[in-house]
């Protein structure tokens, strides 16, 4: 029996030291949660008073002044108000500028400028014509011509040798323009300045110089531009915000041009800036 006692003791110290290293381990556990939690308010307490300093300094969370990168798209158009060229597709990419007019607690009235050194303009043309006949497709090349819009309907009819009449069909594609706008004019109205989500809505004014006739041969080189729509304003932090919006885009030459189909297009407009 006196052989197994130092066995025993020794199994009791280990007992013990384990007992106290689970003791310290849960202290420091505990430890460890108390101070994650401080951290974690003291970031939290730290960003609510950097806004609120924010808002104190002039023009409140959105600065007095902004500069911005803009990108826009719009898949198609058709007949909205009064253009009447369909199935148009634009991107550009630009930059923009704000600067603060009017605030108060409700709502914020801002000037609006931009400048789009790359505006793409991509429009359906015809680029030939094809008839079928005895079972073989027969298709004649022609100058590419733009029309106003895509029609899948006969566009007459032509004779064979034996003096069958079949129909003749256009055949379609896409020609880009590349152009420019500058639209020095504009307004933007926020809702709930103090907020990091801020419902807009804008009215830009200006005009679209291209390197061709758009949106169509023998209109002009020269479209006057105007857009307005809803959209919101996210902002990461209290000097830089994310805006997504919608907006209703026309241009036209206001008959100028020999011909003045204009486009209305359905546009979505991101952009990013940094404020002031």
Not at 143 to 155: D, E, K
Request: charged content about 15%.
């Amino acid at each position: 029996m006196d052989e197994f006692e130092p066995c025993t003791f020794e199994g009791l110290r280990l007992l013990r030291a384990v007992d106290v290293s689970c003791r310290v381990g849960l202290v420091l556990q505990r430890v460890v949660r108390v101070s994650t939690f401080a951290g974690l308010l003291g970031l939290a307490v730290y960003g609510v008073r950097g806004w609120a300093q924010e808002v104190d300094r002039p023009g409140g969370v959105g600065g007095v002044r902004s500069f911005g990168i803009s990108t826009s798209y719009s898949p198609d158009s058709s007949h909205i108000l009064i253009g009447e060229a369909d199935q148009r597709r634009t991107w550009t990419l630009g930059v923009e500028y704000t600067h603060l007019l009017h605030l108060n607690p409700h709502y914020r009235l801002d000037f609006e400028g931009s400048l789009t050194p790359f505006y793409l303009e991509s429009d359906p043309d015809v680029t030939a014509s094809i008839y079928t006949t005895g079972g073989r497709s027969y298709i004649t090349q022609q100058t590419p011509v733009r029309v106003l819009s895509i029609n899948h309907q006969p566009l007459g009819v032509v004779l064979t040798g034996g003096g069958k009449s079949v129909p003749l069909y256009a055949i379609y594609g896409r020609e880009n323009t590349y152009a420019a706008s500058l639209a020095p004019v504009g307004v933007r109205v926020s809702a709930l300045p103090r907020w990091t989500v801020q419902p807009s809505f804008a009215i830009d004014l200006g005009f679209v110089v291209s390197a061709h006739d758009i949106p169509v041969d023998l209109s002009d080189q020269f479209n006057y531009l105007f857009a307005f729509g809803p959209g919101v304003q996210i902002f990461t932090n209290p000097r830089a915000s994310l805006r997504l919006e919608y907006i209703y885009r026309h241009i036209s030459n206001a008959h100028q041009g020999y011909q003045n189909p204009g486009v209305d297009q359905g546009v979505f407009r991101l952009t990013l800036s940094r404020r002031r």
